[in-house]
């Protein structure tokens, strides 16, 4: 069994199977009993193991053909991934549709997406989104810091822009797929909109361009190579794998 290693490469997996297979059951397992709950998934939906050939014939037959995407371990947790084009009968996992806008599947600080164009992305998801929309408007008006006067606690320009390109640096380290691309572009103009409402005189911090990702070679490894460890927590500013 194996898993992919980065972030980017299980995003852009899960993010090609949903096209097909646009169920989805979430399974959690402790790192260390991650390959033995894989096992049985695999025991339990034989389709897993079978060549592309045979799962493009099961699905023009109308016949569930799931698959699976373990990702990267998050807080000595391992999610595993079902993918499916129908829900198999007798199944003990809860479905449901992945690409649903009104409740998406989420992973981290991602939701996967279906964007204007018809293609099948991820985005940040909602509240990641209004993380940093909020932590733009304090860096940029002082809005939510009070001085000890109690009045809003204003950074001067130079220090504004400092603070607000480099938070533009960190979020350019997110993978540049096209639904998390649009919301840094969003950002980026909700920056420049707040920052001349508010700063008019001064000229706007002007945002890296973030280069878009072509899709990338999957980037994995044995699942059993995690038996050994349990990766440390994610630290509290969101991170991106």
Known sequence: MIYHVTVTSGL????????LSPL????????????????????????IGQSHVTRTALRHAQ???????ILPPTDGLVHLLLLSNLVPPESREIWRDGLDPADPLIWRHYELVTTESGRISWRLRASARVHYRQRLARLITGRGRLSPSGTPYQLDSPSARRQVLRLAEHLGRYPGLSGIRADIYSLAQYSTKVWKSTRPDDPYPVWPFMPYLPFLSPRTAPLADLCPHVPSPLPQ?????
């Not at 852009?12 to 096209?19: T, W």
């Not at 991650?34 to 389709?47: I, N």
């Open 12 to 19: 852009q997996a899960v993010a090609k199977l949903a096209r």
């Open 24 to 47: 989805v059951a979430v399974i959690e397992a402790p790192v260390g009993k991650a390959e033995r709950v894989a096992l049985r998934q695999v025991d339990r939906y034989p389709s």
């Open 63 to 69: 016949v569930p053909a799931v698959q699976m995407v």
């Open 237 to 241: 500013e969101l991170s991106h794998e």
